[in-house]
């Protein structure tokens, strides 16, 4: 019957970066189900590929990073860890975390990082937290965060170490612990986006794959003999149809062919389409002509939108920036050193130092004219 039928012994799924004996890793035990907002924006970026692509862009575009120390000692152990750090166990370097917490940040609006020690209590790897492993909540006071593991059956365990902790939010909510996604606001119009192109594949296989309609009308000589007549000449007509060389379809009767669909017309989507693109771009702040869209635009407004661009990304630079300047301090004092650092970031675009080069030239110019003036 079935009654004392044993229950599958549910499966966990562990995602380590290093052994459980040499490392203690907080979050990397557990695997919880997602949350339904966490898992709309994942399905947005695989449906819709100028919203992925968008995301990926401007990971790409906040550039590279170098961390600059004074004392050469610790400039030594600061690119060592820029270069060998394990991140996730299966890649190196500080560039491939930020990278990785970046993308995280942006389509979840919140983004959690671990620094893992290693036995000896040196930093050996970092790892990017899963959200659904995670739980926030506030403490006792109003500024107290509290980070907990959630386990399958939704038990929750405080972590040990919070300073091994790294957590990001961008836009949050005034009273929430979470942060806002960019993707916020965009299901709707991405919902109608796909209706649009489902509905675009539908009428290209009903019109573009052009079916026939054969009508056969007997005469009253032929009524007796009518389904004999039928079944041949759709045996014919499959015949001529299916043959991969060009084949003529004689009968003799009145029979009429007829192509379905062939006087329908497609409907233009050009225009609905690139009013949902305006409004998906101009929620990711990414100018068009970085995705690959030639809208007509003047060159001045191409420049302005690489402005907005630029202040887009400074932003993300200081968020980002905090993060990779706890990593670096811990590293330093785990090894006994106390050391100021400061983060350089690369140059976003050519144009943005192209136009510095300008300002620089067109205010050396006005000093030399000033000092002319007083010398007169």
Not at 140 to 145: E, R, T
Not at 302 to 329: F, N, P, W
Request: include cysteine; hydrophobic fraction near 40%.
């Amino acid at each position: 019957m079935g009654w004392f039928r044993k229950k599958p012994k549910q499966q966990e799924l562990a995602v380590q970066t290093v052994s459980a004996d040499s490392y203690n890793l907080i979050f990397g035990k557990w695997n919880v189900s997602d949350k339904c907002e966490n898992r709309l924006y994942q399905s947005l970026r695989e449906s819709v590929p100028i919203i992925d692509a968008a995301i990926y862009k401007t990971v790409r575009l906040a550039g590279g990073f170098r961390v600059i120390c004074k004392d050469p000692a610790a400039q030594r152990i600061i690119d060592s860890l820029i270069t060998n750090i394990s991140v996730n166990g299966i890649s190196f370097g500080l560039d491939c975390f930020i990278n990785e917490y970046f993308e995280q940040l942006l389509t979840y609006g919140t983004a959690v990082g671990e620094m893992v020690l290693d036995a000896n209590g040196d930093l050996a790897a970092l790892y990017n937290c899963p959200l659904e492993r995670i739980q926030l909540e506030r403490g006792s006071a109003p500024l107290d965060i509290r980070i907990s593991a959630v386990s399958p059956l939704g038990e929750k365990t405080p972590v040990k170490y919070p300073q091994l902790i790294l957590c990001s939010m961008i836009h949050p909510e005034p009273g929430s612990i979470y942060g806002t996604s960019v993707l916020r606001g965009l299901p709707f119009v991405s919902d109608i986006f796909l209706k649009i192109m489902n509905a675009v594949g539908t009428n290209w296989d009903r019109v573009g794959n052009v079916r026939f309609a054969v009508t056969y009308k007997p005469s009253d000589a032929d009524r007796s003999f009518s389904k004999e007549r039928a079944m041949q000449i759709a045996s014919e007509w499959s015949k001529a149809i299916k043959s991969p060389e060009p084949k003529d379809f004689v009968s003799v009767g009145d029979v009429s062919i007829k192509a379905i669909g062939a006087d329908n017309q497609i409907p233009d989507s050009q225009v609905p389409v690139r009013q949902i693109l305006e409004q998906i771009t101009a929620k990711m702040a990414i100018p068009p002509f970085l995705l690959g869209l030639s809208w007509s635009s003047t060159e001045r407004m191409s420049s302005q939108q690489a402005d907005m661009l630029t202040s887009e990304l400074e932003y993300y630079r200081r968020i980002l920036g905090g993060v990779i300047r706890k990593i670096c301090t811990l590293a330093l004092s785990l090894n006994g050193v106390t050391e100021d650092i400061s983060i350089e970031w690369d140059t976003i675009t050519l144009q943005d130092e192209v136009e510095l080069a300008k300002a620089r030239l067109y205010r050396a110019r006005a000093e030399e004219i000033e000092l002319k003036n007083q010398k007169g």
